[in-house]
């Protein structure tokens, strides 16, 4: 029984991934049930956590555990003193005093604490900054690190992003401000994603202005169109995916963070295969025309965010 407690979600996500790879490694068999606190009915983590007939591990995520119903928190308080050796029970907690029972119990009871944070001063989002850069292998300058914070803002989700997004395009070991500078002057990324969901989400004059703003301000075509083919990608991605996996499973099936998932799930309303097949035509036809193949990139752009949002509803 592990409990991660703490109101930041990237890392409390993070801390779950980890821990569900961590049984996959010893067990790749073993079966994830994702869970939501408010649907949980009594009797489902026995029901669960009970020994399988081929031997395979289970792995019980409850994630908004300050939701759950007293009798499944007096369920799983009690399950804590005597788990199974066959499955492992994570609850995300964000912390605060709704839910206080379930935390204070199963600490009680010995389960395994993960606190995580959110991460108020600027020192600590920039060690964030920092330690993405080394998990990628790469290193980051003291200036290049505050550029990045002062471009992309405060969301760790989107800082994420935007070290991955610099750690895999940058050449060289070390990163400078001179690579943020490129990739994200005027917020280039948040711009370019922002552009994608007014767009996909049929929204064409705040997608138009969005564009023309973000062209005006610096941001290379190149990586509008990237943000755009993502934002349709991902409708493709998340459409396309088997109706029977749902939380965790789904989030790993497909690459992609539960929260993306969810707010793609929205998107998606009004859109089709053939609508998504036109939109992906029009993009490479835009990529060709912003790398050298026409001689007009910025109509090109606003063309393409027409016919993105015209494919929505298959017009």
């Not at 990739?183 to 049929?202: I, Q």
Request: hydrophobic share 45%; net charge neutral; aromatic share 4%.
């Amino acid at each position: 029984m592990t409990l991660v407690v703490g109101d930041e979600e990237l890392l409390a996500d993070r801390a779950v991934g980890e821990l569900v790879a961590a049984v996959r490694a010893a067990d790749p068999g073993a079966q994830v049930h994702d869970l939501f606190g408010g649907k949980v009915e009594h009797g489902e983590l026995t029901r669960l956590a009970s020994p399988s007939l081929f031997g395979d591990r289970s792995i019980v995520v409850f994630r908004s555990a300050q939701d759950l119903g007293k009798d499944v928190v007096a369920e799983i308080v009690s399950y804590t003193g005597s788990p199974s050796d066959d499955c492992v029970v994570v609850l995300v907690h964000p912390g605060g005093v709704k839910g206080k029972a379930l935390v204070d119990g199963v600490k009680k009871a010995g389960a395994a604490v993960v606190t995580v944070t959110k991460l108020t001063k600027a020192g600590e989002r920039l060690d964030f900054v920092r330690a993405e850069m080394r998990n990628a292998g790469r290193t980051i300058t003291a200036d290049a690190a505050q550029a990045l914070l002062d471009a992309v803002g405060n969301d760790l989700r989107e800082l994420a992003a935007a070290c991955g997004q610099l750690a895999f395009d940058t050449p060289g070991k070390a990163i400078d401000e001179g690579a943020v500078a490129r990739y994200h002057r005027g917020r280039a990324e948040v711009s370019g994603f922002t552009v994608a969901d007014k767009a996909v989400e049929g929204k064409l004059g705040e997608a138009l202005e969005q564009l023309r703003w973000a062209l005006g301000t610096g941001v290379a075509p190149v990586l509008l169109v990237s943000a755009l083919a993502g934002g349709v990608r991902s409708l493709a991605k998340v459409g396309s995916a088997p109706r029977n996996l749902r939380g965790g499973q789904l989030a790993s099936h497909l690459g992609m963070p539960p929260w993306k998932i969810d707010r793609v799930k929205r998107q998606l309303n009004g859109w089709g295969p053939e609508g998504i097949a036109h939109a992906m035509q029009a993009l490479a036809v835009a990529d060709e025309q912003v790398k050298g193949g026409g001689t007009d990139p910025a109509y090109a752009l606003e063309r393409t965010v027409h016919v993105i949002v015209a494919s929505r509803n298959g017009r």
